[in-house]
């Protein structure tokens, strides 16, 4: 068998700060080693239960942030920016399921630590289909696409309960509680691993059950429609200039001066062309 891994970083128990998680933060390297010591968590559990095989998406910043020598199950390192696929790079139709490692909630599910939506400058709010999607349910648009299951996402609960309509068959290691953005009660490293890699060995037992609610692709109805809630209306002004992205959000919002909207019955290409909105308004934003 084989396992896609993306890893983010926010939803790392005892991380509640940007500061640690980002290189040029002084306490950086902790939690860096805290990050790779859950997706080792994970990739050990999958292990366990039979997997063979492993390619790791590093996701997270400038996507740069685990030791490839110190990744467990001899996996795979995919690392670097500019990737076309983003934070769902390399998968493709010959992996057996997906991991979502690390992963935080959206601004709109707060109580959420460290909360945002790709890029927080710029968009407040995404939908898929119309309920509140945070990176966990966009990304699962190149699952879809590539006909592989979502089955273990790995965060706080606010995480866990974004990914549930899109992907009800997924397990959920919630490995903390959000008190605020910036505030989480955590459980110790090791139990939070431990937990990983009991959810991680279970969620690909489920797959080889016939039947199993694990083995379904993820519930997006195609086509498909994001709609873009952004800080403000140039920004939603210059997402218009990309093709397929229109003005307005569904129904009585068409008329919103903040939203887009983007459909395709194509999940892949919907997902690459809001990467490109996410690129082209994360430069003026910032």
């Not at 020598?69 to 493709?92: C, I, N, T």
């Not at 505030?183 to 939070?192: E, G, K, N």
């Not at 109805?221 to 709609?227: G, I, Q, S, V």
Request: with cysteine; hydrophobic share 40%.
């Amino acid at each position: 068998m084989k396992i896609y891994l993306s890893s983010d970083m926010e939803g790392t128990a005892g991380v509640v700060e940007w500061e640690q998680c980002r290189p040029t933060g002084p306490d950086y390297p902790y939690y860096r080693d805290l990050l790779q010591r859950e997706v080792n968590a994970a990739i050990e559990g999958a292990l366990a239960a039979g997997v063979s095989e492993f390619l790791v998406n590093d996701s997270h910043g400038r996507m740069a942030n685990l030791r490839p020598d110190e990744l467990a199950g001899s996996a795979r390192y995919l690392s670097g920016r500019h990737k076309p696929l983003y934070m769902m790079q390399g998968l493709d139709p010959s992996f057996d399921a997906v991991f979502f490692v690390s992963y935080h909630g959206s601004m709109a599910g707060c109580p959420a630590t460290l909360s945002h939506t790709y890029n927080p400058q710029a968009i407040a709010e995404v939908r898929l289909g119309g309920v509140v999607a945070g990176e966990s349910a966009i990304n699962a648009l190149v699952a879809l696409g590539h006909g592989v299951p979502v089955v273990l996402i790995t965060g706080d609960r606010t995480t866990a309960r974004e990914l549930q309509p899109f992907c009800p068959g997924a397990r959920a290691a919630v490995v903390k509680e959000s008190i605020s953005r910036f505030a989480a009660d955590s459980l110790h490293p090791r139990q939070a691993r431990d937990l990983i890699r009991e959810q991680a060995r279970l969620a690909v037992q489920a797959l080889a059950e016939p039947g199993s609610p694990a083995r379904r692709l993820p519930a997006i109805e195609l086509p498909a429609t994001l709609t873009v809630r952004f800080r403000n209306p140039d920004l939603a002004e210059m997402a218009t200039w990309i093709a397929g992205v229109e003005r307005g959000g569904v129904g009585a919002e068409r008329d919103d001066p903040l939203l887009v909207r983007l459909t395709d019955d194509d999940p892949i290409r919907l997902y690459r062309r809001f990467v490109t909105v996410v690129m082209l308004t994360r430069g003026i934003a910032e």
